[in-house]
């Protein structure tokens, strides 16, 4: 048996969604099905995803700790790496070590109503702790999503959008950057929608993550909006490499992302010298 936490665990690829042009949702599960039991993670924890002789990444997990058996990771292409990947079909083998980071506090924020913000690929943790709420919908109050991507044809999760909006207490709006002739929604950053919604702000707790010139600006609006720094709840795990604080890449105000990130709240982020 492999003890080394550092050595990648055989994942087979089982089924892939194009979401995009250059994004893949990639289903997986591990070749030991005792490894794939004791497989456990929180929503927005992360793995390092391998391909031997190529190298590794660190990605947030998609799939949703309330759907048991697989993992789900959602692939931008965007260099070498991942262009591998997106050349992978259902039946290859990738290596797979982790889970890593803090994740989402799923549990503190039971009772409370929750507002998702999200830009682009960023949707894909956030789409880890949504259906985990959705599938314990009992425990936590209104949901509000808010979404945006550059244009349509980089919206991702589309067949997840249309189901959410569907559930109860729920509302969904995403914008585009820039529309087409066919587009007939709503045009304008994902800030734009936020005067769009009823919220009352002391009794929600929102959550960011996107890229990162959006997020300092969605806080600022939450913040004018009423909310308190401690219930605006972000990522930064664009700062992540090997995903146990070795490499020194993600060590900002003397904390490894990797390891006691990526999550963080706003006062917790202000200490880290967020922004500055």
């Given at each position: 048996?492999?003890?080394?936490?550092?050595?990648?665990?055989?994942?087979?690829?089982?089924?892939?969604?194009?979401?995009?042009?250059?994004?893949?949702?990639?289903?997986?599960?591990?070749?030991?099905?005792?490894?794939?039991?004791?497989?456990?993670?929180?929503?927005?924890?992360?793995?390092?995803?391998?391909?031997?002789?190529?190298?590794?990444?660190?990605?947030?997990?998609?799939?949703?700790?309330?759907?048991?058996?697989?993992?789900?990771?959602?692939?931008?292409?965007?260099?070498?790496?991942?262009?591998?990947?997106?050349?992978?079909?259902?039946?290859?083998?990738?290596?797979?070590?982790?889970?890593?980071?803090?994740?989402?506090?799923?549990?503190?924020?039971?009772?409370?109503?929750?507002?998702?913000?999200?830009?682009?690929?960023?949707?894909?943790?956030?789409?880890?702790?949504?259906?985990?709420?959705?599938?314990?919908?009992?425990?936590?109050?209104?949901?509000?999503?808010?979404?945006?991507?550059?244009?349509?044809?980089?919206?991702?999760?589309?067949?997840?959008?249309?189901?959410?909006?569907?559930?109860?207490?729920?509302?969904?709006?995403?914008?585009?950057?820039?529309?087409?002739?066919?587009?007939?929604?709503?045009?304008?950053?994902v800030t734009q929608l936020l005067p769009r919604i009823e919220l009352t702000p002391a009794t929600y707790t929102a959550f960011i993550c996107g890229p990162p010139v959006m997020i300092p600006?969605?806080?600022?609006?939450?913040?004018?909006?009423?909310?308190?720094?401690?219930?605006?709840?972000?990522?930064?795990?664009?700062?992540?490499?090997?995903?146990?604080?070795?490499?020194?890449?993600?060590?900002?105000?003397?904390?490894?992302?990797?390891?006691?990130?990526?999550?963080?709240?706003?006062?917790?982020?202000?200490?880290?010298?967020?922004?500055?």
């Amino acid at each position: 048996m492999n003890k080394n936490e550092l050595t990648p665990k055989p994942a087979v690829i089982k089924n892939i969604i194009d979401e995009t042009a250059d994004t893949k949702t990639f289903t997986l599960v591990f070749t030991d099905p005792e490894e794939q039991k004791r497989f456990q993670y929180k929503p927005a924890q992360f793995v390092e995803i391998s391909v031997l002789g190529v190298g590794e990444a660190p990605i947030s997990i998609t799939s949703s700790p309330s759907q048991q058996g697989f993992l789900e990771l959602s692939i931008k292409r965007v260099g070498k790496l991942t262009e591998v990947i997106h050349q992978l079909k259902p039946g290859d083998e990738v290596g797979i070590r982790g889970p890593y980071g803090n994740g989402f506090p799923a549990d503190e924020v039971k009772g409370f109503d929750l507002l998702f913000v999200a830009g682009g690929i960023g949707l894909a943790p956030l789409r880890s702790l949504i259906n985990w709420v959705m599938d314990n919908r009992q425990d936590y109050g209104k949901v509000k999503i808010l979404y945006g991507a550059r244009t349509p044809g980089d919206i991702v999760f589309t067949r997840e959008l249309t189901r959410w909006t569907g559930e109860p207490d729920t509302e969904v709006l995403y914008t585009v950057d820039r529309g087409d002739p066919q587009w007939q929604g709503n045009v304008g950053l994902v800030t734009q929608l936020l005067p769009r919604i009823e919220l009352t702000p002391a009794t929600y707790t929102a959550f960011i993550c996107g890229p990162p010139v959006m997020i300092p600006f969605v806080i600022k609006d939450l913040l004018a909006l009423g909310f308190k720094e401690e219930n605006i709840i972000s990522t930064l795990e664009n700062y992540m490499k090997c995903g146990i604080g070795k490499c020194g890449h993600c060590l900002l105000g003397g904390k490894y992302i990797c390891m006691e990130g990526p999550v963080f709240r706003y006062n917790e982020m202000k200490e880290l010298g967020f922004g500055e």
